[in-house]
């Protein structure tokens, strides 16, 4: 019999189908869903359907998978994806039935779709330079695996997007019989142009040190040369493709634009840090939680606020960059939970386009303690994920008011919940986090408190 693996990361809205696609198979007898500590309801959900769910201790694909072997009963496993919807019929049986008839040792799944971007421009030129006998197979980067438990044992699992290809050339190097199957037709998720640099980096890195561990093949710097040109060619269809597009950048406020969160600085000035830290530990639900903290704030005048706010200095070339990027005809906004109010100085000291935030409530110029959260945040049909209120709503109303295709959006925030908004996005910048979850998912991590490292994705660079 064989088990069934699937590494899942924030896949509520798919997983359950994954599971289903799965039991229907009769050679299936275990269903293992490795949980990458999902932020979503991908456990539940998970749980509900059947699978037996277990929690990996570190972040990244590759640790998924070796979790999942360690729990795994069967000799014969599968890997399957957690975001494909649906999969082809019996594609398990043709990922493990030459396993089971001992006519190899591996499947690797093909599928009928067109080899990705990185696979042509970097993963294929490569493997032919320092694995030819691997450069026939025709999606070397893909997800869907088979293969002997005795083998896969042995892997030495990456924890990016090198790991699918490393997992082959690991194959190949203890001699393990390999075979490429086509499963069938499969509507998968494309990368967007704006997240493929980091893909073909770290493609380039698995090959390139697998290599370096071949003792009958070491890499010579004729080759690292030939790997430079590659990777550069790439870049630069990255870039052109990337300069054609009129793209909008929508940064959080808080210790994003900010050095500093507004709230605090609040509390700390007027003396309510217990109880804001209070509602942050015990109220759960997003909405309560901003309606509540904002009681914390009756009869605090709109001078007190701002002035609060206007002591919070700005990261120091945020100005500049602002007006750098709008300067190529780029839109630039502000998406934040913070208050409208604050949101708005902000954006006018940038010279930004919009400016979204809750709505205080004032009376006589004071503030009430109630707000106004806009209906712009709230889940939707059209949602794409299934928080009752996120960011990543409006994120979607403001692009399709510029008529500016999501994947053209590059999104810049320092929190997980900044993690939709940053998944969803073309792009998605972690600027300055302590968050692994959001370096992680993120596209670009900037590390230092500057924009500059912005400046590469506009026409003036």
């Known amino acids: 019999m064989v088990s069934v693996i699937i590494p899942a990361l924030n896949e509520q809205d798919t997983i359950e189908s994954v599971i289903q696609f799965c039991q229907r198979e009769s050679l299936v007898s275990e269903i293992i869903v490795v949980d990458d500590k999902s932020t979503d309801r991908t456990v539940q ?6 699978a037996n769910v277990i929690i990996s201790d570190v972040r990244g694909k590759g640790v998924s998978m070796r979790d999942g072997i360690n729990h795994s009963e069967n000799q014969v496993l599968v890997f399957l994806d957690a975001d494909i919807q649906p999969y082809p019929e019996h594609a398990i049986r043709k990922l493990v039935n030459p396993i089971l008839e001992n006519d190899c040792d ?33 999606q070397p980067l893909s997800g869907m695996i088979a293969g002997k438990k005795s083998f896969l044992n042995k892997v030495d699992f990456f924890t990016d997007y090198g790991v699918d290809v490393g997992i082959l050339i690991d194959m190949f190097l203890m001699q393990a019989r390999v075979k490429e199957v086509n499963i069938g037709y499969i509507e998968n998720k494309s990368k ?21 561990m071949r003792q009958t093949n070491f890499v010579s710097l004729e080759e690292l040369g030939t790997v430079n040109m590659i990777t550069s060619q790439m870049e630069n269809v990255l870039k052109e493709e990337l300069q054609s597009l009129r793209k909008m950048f929508v940064f959080d406020m808080d210790n994003t634009l900010l050095r500093g969160r507004f709230i605090d600085t609040l509390a700390m000035k007027y003396q309510f840090q217990a109880e804001l830290e209070k509602l ?12 509540r903290i904002a009681k914390l704030l009756k009869g605090l005048s709109m001078g007190e606020i701002l002035q609060v706010a206007s002591g919070i200095p700005l990261v ?14 780029n839109i630039v906004g502000i998406i934040s939970d913070s208050y409208q109010l604050v949101v708005e100085m902000v954006k006018n000291k940038l010279g930004a386009d919009f400016a979204i935030g809750n709505r205080l409530e004032y009376f006589e110029g004071k503030a009430t303690g109630e707000v106004i959260i806009p209906s712009l945040f709230y889940n939707n049909l059209e949602s794409k994920c299934g928080h009752s209120i996120c960011k990543t709503n409006t994120l979607m109303h403001i ?21 939709c908004m940053i998944e969803t996005a073309g792009m998605g910048v972690a600027f300055c986090t302590a968050s692994a ?15 500059t490292a912005l400046l590469p994705l506009t026409d003036a660079s």
């Open 437 to 451: 979850l959001l370096k992680q998912k993120a596209d670009l991590f900037i590390s230092a408190f500057s924009f």
């Open 106 to 138: 591996f499947t690797k799944g093909a599928f009928a779709r067109n080899a990705g971007r990185v696979t042509e421009l970097v993963a294929k030129p490569l493997l032919k330079i320092f694995f030819p006998e691997l450069s026939a197979f025709q």
């Open 399 to 419: 692009a399709h008011r510029y008529q500016i295709s999501l994947n053209n959006c590059i999104t810049v925030g320092d929190r997980e919940n900044d993690l």
């Open 280 to 291: 942050r530990e015990t109220e759960q639900e997003s909405a309560v939680r901003t309606k």
């Open 316 to 329: 120091d070339d945020a100005a500049d960059v602002v007006a750098l990027l709008r300067g190529q005809g």
């Open 192 to 212: 967007p142009w704006q997240a493929l640099g980091k893909m073909s980096g770290e493609v380039a890195k698995a090959i390139v040190r697998k290599a370096s």
């Open 45 to 50: 959900v998970a749980e509900a359907a059947g």
